[in-house]
């Protein structure tokens, strides 16, 4: 074994230890019945999970600080498969306590009732596309936060804590990290709103391309109006 090897393999035990605690609780997890998968068991299970990823993430770092001392080149293969096996572990585990989420949204979501025609009428449009963050498109946020508030913000049944689950079932990548974080209540829905919008609500970008659209829908100039007329 080299010397590096060496140094590594006691952290990469020690996250062995951890990610089987991980896989045990996703799995008690994902076992719930559609009775049993309440929002409290939910968030004691998720809690369960977060702390177990929380080590793994500290056996992270130490791992990269065993790099650094050994000045190891980033380019170096085995510093990259590291790396990658850090970022591929934490994003199949937040994908499998997303889909999870979206169970609880689902099963949690409002029953329509013949008084409430408007309600049931709503009840299939309630679906809209993932933000992802990796798009080059500055207005996809915008896009996204607009589509999302129209779907669940004006389902006025659901609780905060219900639209943060959905929340975050719709995203993925670093803007899931953004919130991730924040447990499940009615309280973090406008925070994790608020973070996201600091991060990628370009809020200039958006009010400029505001201005040429309405710059570019103006009527032109037409002595018989007849222009105005058929806008």
């Known amino acids: 074994m080299s010397d590096l090897q060496s140094k590594l393999s006691p952290f990469v035990r020690k996250r062995g230890g951890y990610k089987a605690c991980i896989t045990v609780a996703l799995k008690k997890m994902d076992a719930l019945t559609d009775d049993e998968l309440t929002e409290e068991n939910f968030l004691r299970r998720r809690e369960t999970i977060d702390q177990y990823l929380q080590k ?41 306590v997303s889909a999870i989420e979206r169970r609880l949204g689902k099963k ?34 915008k896009n996204f936060l ?20 959905y929340l975050r ?3 993925s ?15 973090n829905y406008s925070v994790a709103l608020a973070l996201l919008e600091d991060k990628f609500l370009d809020v200039p970008y958006t009010i400029d391309e505001s201005f040429k659209q309405l710059l570019n829908s103006a ?3 037409d002595p018989n109006f007849v222009g105005i007329q058929t806008i």
């Open 56 to 96: 793994v993430k500290n056996v992270n770092e130490n791992i990269l600080d065993v790099f650094l001392s050994e000045d190891i080149d980033e380019d170096d293969p085995v510093r990259i498969e590291e790396i990658e096996h850090q970022i591929t572990y934490l994003d199949e585990v937040n994908d499998k």
């Open 108 to 141: 949690t979501l409002p029953k329509s009732s013949p008084s409430d025609a408007f309600m049931s009428v709503k009840l299939p449009k309630l679906a809209c596309k993932p933000f992802n963050d990796e798009s080059e498109d500055k207005l996809e946020f």
């Open 146 to 165: 607009l589509q999302f508030r129209n779907c669940f913000d004006a389902f006025g049944k659901l609780s905060d804590s219900n639209k943060l689950t």
């Open 169 to 171: 079932g719709y995203l």
């Open 173 to 187: 990548g670093y803007a899931f990290k953004v919130i991730s974080h924040l447990s499940i209540s009615d309280d």
């Open 219 to 221: 009527p032109k100039f």
